[in-house]
């Protein structure tokens, strides 16, 4: 096991670095940078010596591979560098962001549990009957519906819909407040993109939890059960479902990391200040340093998901290690 | 219940007068207290106000500061109207042939670390913006050119000689973006500093910027305009998307939004929300353009340029793309309301401002077709914000298809925009603008000389650095009316960049909102000193 | 043709189509979701191509006197903000949305089974490295990595495939790459090898027939996932341009800041966009299911 973990480990490292090397010189083929549209926002005339001293400044003047062996020794002495918008420190900048995209994300992934695994076990109980259709064709909705689509119908709803019942608009805050300070209005903001994304996000749920269900369902020690004389209800509560959960907590392990990427447009939607709206707007504002460290961040968490997905793969199924 | 109707019953009058223009003293006293949430669409790249030129900077952290003078927060419609605000008395008009001018600094003002403010703190200040030593950013250096040498007699007096006089000193020194800093800081933590930290002498001390989220002021009980301000503090609160910002008002999340929206939006908060919306509107220091780039064939050809400007209905656009757009006022090159602007009667005459839309666009199609331009495919670059530049961008294509041109839009982040204008200049055509704070259309002009800095069409023209250096020197309104005029026509015949329409600036905000006037430009009249809740 | 017995042709075209029908109507039996599908499928391919002859309107043309006009018998999705004809711009929509999500599709899961048939034929050092590249691309959110390739070549409808595409590859090779090495050890590969056939006919003849199943299965998948992808570029104004019609596009600007008094603005291209992936994911389903029994259901 221990060989396996370490080989798995080892895996991870040109992963990173490979992740690293594309996006660091993406980044560095657009045209323009921050520079330009820093100094240049009104239409005012702007020396060329001045874009010149602001990339001197920010160490855009370098050449390509000194920035580029800066940007990854950064790791080694954990100085991830400034924004190049804001100047300050990246680690900063995201650390205030991250913890509201994650609250969103857990979030999400709670109403994900909550509606996939009762729709996905009734759906497969019932296999090929109307509910069966019912409940895929929801599921199969919720990965067809833009989740910033739905965004935009819950806000269009909630002010409609309370200026018609209540008389006046009640619209949810536009500020985040920590859960820790004021929960009501904590939640108040973040149900809603939760929703907006978990609705998605408890669509492939289902559809994994009513075919690994259907599968264990095959399985010989069920009929065994049934033929035993077991109730159904307690040959799914106790046997069926309890087995057939290893895949659906995959996914869902699976599908989290990629949350945070499906966040970038519903935090456009509901003004959330999270990492999404912050890799739009670097993008936008060419903050090469803030972008670079955002797009490692994500892709930190999908590696690291995954090697934890596959450990636990290795640990039950030993026949992995060896393979 | 019924005094809580009899208050909206106020407020909405109250609300009518100033929609109205008119200059109404409120009908009560101001009351003091409260906080105003407001809604801000731009990022705040830095607190430094001298190298920054984004309302994103100037709406949350403007209120920290102080300035030399300002426009009247009473009379912000009047572009001429100065005041003074750490400054005494009247503003200064030239000594010495209009080449000196001496500021009295009032006395007894501090910054908001208790350090005492004086006229060394003025001239510091301004040295950094005129005189930066070198490896220093300064945003409008160019804008004092004019500026000799800065002298502080005594502790209260600042002089500043001029090296020629000049009508456009007095409104650059009035700029909104002239921060004073304080003399200390800048001594002791050098010229990068107030990048990231705030020391000023405004009506509310800084409490806390969260990035991307919000910025928190509180009352100044120092400040220096008696009695001021009213508020016990503002939240400046984040909201890039102009939906999110109409929604925050509308669901009173906000209160108001400095920088305006389109009249759809206004007439839907209102048929929501009735008196509780109040709504000002005024003409915005801000044109809408597009330049074509001569060094592109076949726009070499002034032909194919006045066809450009020929082919697009100003005044159609000015009754229903003005619904939906923040722009509205058919113009010349001069803000409208200016006494320097072409009348509607002269500019009915210029090229592209005929009333007659069909003829002219018959002309377009003969021009093309003389020039072997007909029915060309272009590049239009256009800039990635919704609004103004997306939705008029639509526009534009629409009309210059309507005389058979194939116009394909480009649509580039602000980053790549600004670097297809000044370095690659690979587009056709591109939205251009001309977006200025203080009123000032001599200043404010210069954009369209061919020899300009920020003029990207590629044009030379040098008939025109000879009209404006007349127009410099003109010494009577009438004469420099003339003048601009010729200028105008030269600058229309050029087309190196044309009009479309000028911004129109509509902020309807909470009825409760009081004391506050709109300006004509989004980065005037930003202290917020005046303001009062009426809740 | 002319001495063949009329009636008994008659008879052989009636017992025909009643054959052809009544399969239909199994199929739809046996599938009918996926049916469902592919009815929206095929509606949406022929709102593509007979967009011209199903409207009057000029999608792109802005019709100001009709500036946000709710539904009526006229506009019966009502207008946009720009006096536009939205079941216009939706029929003419499918045809960008099908455009970028057939062509991302189709490159994408073609890249992806030479890539993937390649790694599993050859293995060796080229597998690993394949893999690892894969690792690599695959370790970006969709939409992460879509942003970037648009913030650096410019948001055009060209682009905002290529941007799509990119990801698509690996997804697919990881996919075919698996169901490949199990063919690469069944005996008649080796026996062909043995026979000294060149690599291009082992491959052509042998391996992709083979993976055809997967590779089909991935490709339905992927055009949904890419019209999903287009609308939210679309969206954040880093995809299509104006006046393009496309179904992204017509949720952002306008749509969004007039929604309380002008809502069939952002809803009716939002229920385009839902209705479309749906069918195509139904449709992947069905397929799925008949391609590829092992995985029924998943």
């Known amino acids: 096991?221990?060989?396996?973990?370490?080989?798995?480990?080892?895996?991870?490292?040109?992963?990173?670095?490979?992740?690293?090397?594309?996006?660091?010189?993406?980044?560095?083929?657009?045209?323009?940078?921050?520079?330009?549209?820093?100094?240049?926002?009104?239409?005012?005339?702007?020396?060329?010596?001045?874009?010149?001293?602001?990339?001197?400044?920010?160490?855009?003047?370098?050449?390509?591979?000194?920035?580029?062996?800066?940007?990854?020794?950064?790791?080694?002495?954990?100085?991830?560098?400034?924004?190049?918008?804001?100047?300050?420190?990246?680690?900063?900048?995201?650390?205030?962001?991250?913890?509201?995209?994650?609250?969103?994300?857990?979030?999400?992934?709670?109403?994900?549990?909550?509606?996939?695994?009762?729709?996905?076990?009734?759906?497969?109980?019932?296999?090929?009957?109307?509910?069966?259709?019912?409940?895929?064709?929801?599921?199969?909705?919720?990965?067809?519906?833009?989740?910033?689509?739905?965004?935009?119908?819950?806000?269009?709803?909630?002010?409609?819909?309370?200026?018609?019942?209540?008389?006046?608009?009640?619209?949810?805050?536009?500020?985040?407040?920590?859960?820790?300070?004021?929960?009501?209005?904590?939640?108040?903001?973040?149900?809603?993109?939760?929703?907006?994304?978990?609705?998605?996000?408890?669509?492939?749920?289902?559809?994994?939890?009513?075919?690994?269900?259907?599968?264990?369902?095959?399985?010989?020690?069920?009929?065994?059960?049934?033929?035993?004389?077991?109730?159904?209800?307690?040959?799914?509560?106790?046997?069926?479902?309890?087995?057939?959960?290893?895949?659906?907590?995959?996914?869902?392990?699976?599908?989290?990391?990629?949350?945070?990427?499906?966040?970038?447009?519903?935090?456009?939607?509901?003004?959330?200040?999270?990492?999404?709206?912050?890799?739009?707007?670097?993008?936008?504002?060419?903050?090469?340093?803030?972008?670079?460290?955002?797009?490692?961040?994500?892709?930190?968490?999908?590696?690291?998901?995954?090697?934890?997905?596959?450990?636990?793969?290795?640990?039950?199924?030993?026949?992995?290690?060896y393979a | 219940m019924k005094s809580s109707l009899f208050k909206q019953g106020v407020a909405a009058i109250v609300g009518i007068a100033f929609a109205l223009g008119a200059v109404t003293v409120s009908v009560a006293a101001p009351k003091k207290g409260g906080i105003l949430n407001f809604v801000v669409g731009s990022k705040i790249p830095s607190y430094d106000g001298h190298i920054e030129s984004t309302f994103g900077m100037i709406h949350p952290i403007r209120p920290f500061y102080s300035l030399l003078f300002r426009v009247n927060p009473d009379n912000p419609a009047d572009p001429t109207d100065f005041q003074c605000d750490v400054c005494e008395g009247n503003i200064p008009s030239g000594a010495k042939g209009g080449t000196e001018y001496t500021f009295k600094i009032r006395k007894g003002l501090q910054f908001h670390d208790g350090t005492p403010l004086n006229a060394h703190d003025v001239k510091a200040t301004f040295d950094k913006i005129v005189f930066p030593p070198k490896g220093v950013a300064s945003n409008r250096k160019a804008m004092f050119k004019m500026v000799k040498s800065i002298e502080v007699p005594d502790d209260h007096t600042i002089v500043f000689t001029l090296k020629f006089p000049s009508g456009a000193f007095i409104p650059s020194a009035g700029m909104p973006f002239n921060f004073i800093y304080s003399k200390k800081d800048l001594d002791a933590h050098g010229y990068e500093w107030h990048k990231k930290n705030v020391n000023g002498s405004g009506a509310f001390i800084f409490v806390e910027h969260v990035a991307g989220s919000h910025v928190a002021g509180k009352r100044n009980p120092n400040y220096h305009h008696a009695g001021k301000p009213y508020l016990d503090g503002f939240r400046a609160i984040s909201a890039p998307k102009m939906s999110v910002r109409l929604q925050a008002i509308r669901g009173d999340r906000a209160a108001i939004e400095f920088r305006g929206f389109p009249p759809k939006a206004r007439d839907d908060l209102v048929k929501a929300l009735g008196d509780k919306i109040t709504v000002q509107e005024s003409d915005w220091n801000c044109a809408l353009m597009f330049t074509v780039n001569v060094n592109h064939k076949p726009f070499d050809d002034k032909r194919v340029r006045h066809a450009l400007t020929l082919a697009v209905d100003r005044y159609e656009a000015s009754k229903y793309l003005a619904n939906i757009a923040i722009v509205k006022t058919v113009g010349g090159i001069v803000f409208p309301s200016h006494p320097l602007a072409a009348t509607a009667a002269e500019l009915e005459g210029s090229l592209g401002f005929s009333r007659d839309i069909k003829a002219s666009r018959a002309k377009a199609r003969a021009l093309l077709k003389e020039a072997g331009a007909e029915g060309i495919e272009f590049d239009f670059n256009?800039?990635?914000?919704?609004?103004?530049?997306?939705?008029?961008?639509?526009?534009?294509?629409?009309?210059?298809?309507?005389?058979?041109?194939?116009?394909?839009?480009?649509?580039?982040?602000?980053?790549?925009?600004?670097?297809?204008?000044?370095?690659?200049?690979?587009?056709?055509?591109?939205?251009?603008?001309?977006?200025?704070?203080?009123?000032?259309?001599?200043?404010?002009?210069?954009?369209?000389?061919?020899?300009?800095?920020?003029?990207?069409?590629?044009?030379?023209?040098?008939?025109?650095?000879?009209?404006?250096?007349?127009?410099?020197?003109?010494?009577?309104?009438?004469?420099?009316?003339?003048?601009?005029?010729?200028?105008?026509?030269?600058?229309?015949?050029?087309?190196?960049t044309a009009l479309t329409l000028w911004w129109y600036k509509i902020n309807p905000h909470r009825s409760y909102v009081k004391g506050w006037k709109i300006a004509p430009s989004h980065y005037l009249n930003q202290s917020l000193d005046q303001i009062w809740l009426d809740k | 043709m002319v001495t063949v017995n009329p009636a008994a042709d008659a008879d052989e075209l009636e017992e025909l189509s009643k054959s052809w029908s009544s399969q239909l109507i199994d199929l739809i039996r046996r599938q009918p979701l996926a049916s469902a599908g592919g009815l929206v499928v095929l509606i949406m391919i022929f709102s593509a191509i007979f967009a011209n002859f199903l409207t009057p309107y000029d999608p792109e043309a802005a019709s100001w006197v009709n500036q946000l006009s709710p539904p009526s018998a006229e506009y019966w999705l009502g207008t946009d903000a720009f006096g536009r004809d939205i079941l216009t711009r939706i029929i003419y929509g499918a045809r960008t949305a099908l455009f970028v999500g057939f062509t991302a599709a189709f490159v994408g899961a073609t890249g992806g089974l030479i890539l993937g048939v390649a790694s599993a034929y050859f293995g060796g050092r080229f597998d690993i490295i394949c893999q690892r590249l894969v690792d690599i691309?695959?370790?970006?959110?969709?939409?992460?990595?879509?942003?970037?390739?648009?913030?650096?070549?410019?948001?055009?409808?060209?682009?905002?495939?290529?941007?799509?595409?990119?990801?698509?590859?690996?997804?697919?090779?990881?996919?075919?790459?698996?169901?490949?090495?199990?063919?690469?050890?069944?005996?008649?590969?080796d026996a062909a090898r043995a026979l000294g056939f060149s690599h291009t006919r082992i491959i052509m003849k042998h391996m992709i027939p083979n993976v055809m199943a997967p590779y089909l299965i991935m490709l339905t998948t992927f055009v949904g996932q890419a019209i999903l992808l287009e609308a939210s570029l679309s969206y954040l104004g880093m995809g299509v341009q104006e006046p393009t019609p496309a179904w992204g596009l017509m949720l952002q600007g306008g749509a969004e800041e007039f929604a309380e008094s002008a809502p069939w603005v952002p809803i009716f291209p939002g229920l385009a966009i839902t209705i479309a992936v749906f069918g195509f994911n139904l449709f992947g389903d069905g397929l799925r299911d008949v391609l590829d029994p092992r995985l029924r259901s998943r």
């Open chain 1, 1 to 321: 096991m221990h060989k396996y973990i370490a080989k798995r480990l080892l895996l991870i490292l040109p992963t990173l670095l490979g992740a690293a090397v594309l996006v660091f010189f993406l980044l560095r083929a657009i045209p323009g940078d921050v520079c330009e549209v820093r100094l240049a926002g009104s239409g005012l005339y702007v020396d060329e010596a001045e874009i010149e001293l602001c990339r001197e400044k920010l160490g855009l003047a370098k050449p390509l591979i000194v920035q580029f062996w800066d940007f990854i020794t950064g790791y080694v002495v954990w100085d991830l560098g400034d924004s190049m918008w804001t100047g300050k420190p990246v680690t900063e900048e995201i650390g205030l962001r991250f913890k509201l995209s994650l609250q969103v994300a857990l979030m999400a992934t709670l109403v994900a549990v909550v509606i996939a695994i009762p729709l996905g076990a009734i759906s497969a109980i019932k296999q090929d009957t109307w509910i069966d259709y019912v409940v895929r064709s929801f599921s199969i909705a919720g990965i067809a519906m833009p989740s910033f689509w739905l965004g935009i119908l819950i806000i269009l709803g909630l002010l409609i819909g309370t200026q018609h019942f209540l008389g006046t608009p009640w619209m949810p805050p536009i500020e985040y407040v920590s859960p820790f300070k004021d929960l009501a209005s904590n939640m108040a903001q973040l149900i809603w993109p939760a929703v907006a994304t978990g609705y998605r996000y408890s669509a492939v749920a289902t559809r994994m939890t009513r075919s690994a269900l259907l599968e264990v369902l095959r399985e010989d020690y069920i009929r065994t059960a049934r033929a035993k004389g077991m109730t159904e209800k307690i040959i799914i509560n106790r046997h069926a479902l309890k087995n057939a959960m290893l895949p659906v907590f995959t996914i869902i392990g699976i599908e989290f990391a990629f949350l945070m990427g499906g966040l970038v447009v519903t935090e456009q939607v509901f003004n959330l200040n999270g990492i999404g709206k912050l890799f739009v707007e670097s993008v936008q504002a060419q903050d090469f340093a803030m972008t670079q460290q955002l797009v490692m961040l994500v892709v930190l968490i999908a590696v690291v998901t995954n090697f934890v997905v596959d450990l636990v793969y290795a640990w039950l199924d030993p026949r992995i290690r």
């Open chain 2, 382 to 496: 256009n800039r990635g914000v919704d609004q103004p530049y997306k939705v008029v961008g639509t526009w534009l294509v629409d009309q210059w298809r309507q005389v058979g041109l194939k116009p394909i839009q480009r649509v580039q982040p602000s980053p790549q925009f600004y670097a297809t204008l000044r370095k690659k200049k690979d587009f056709d055509v591109t939205v251009d603008f001309n977006c200025q704070s203080v009123v000032n259309p001599i200043a404010d002009v210069s954009k369209f000389l061919c020899s300009a800095g920020n003029h990207y069409s590629g044009c030379e023209n040098a008939k025109l650095d000879v009209i404006y250096d007349r127009l410099l020197k003109a010494e009577t309104p009438a004469q420099q009316r003339s003048i601009m005029r010729e200028f105008e026509t030269e600058v229309f015949d050029t087309a190196g």
């Open chain 3, 137 to 189: 691309v695959m370790a970006f959110p969709l939409i992460v990595l879509a942003l970037a390739v648009v913030a650096t070549l410019g948001a055009s409808t060209v682009n905002v495939i290529i941007a799509i595409t990119i990801p698509f590859i690996p997804q697919c090779a990881r996919v075919v790459r698996s169901s490949a090495l199990a063919i690469r050890e069944i005996p008649y590969v």
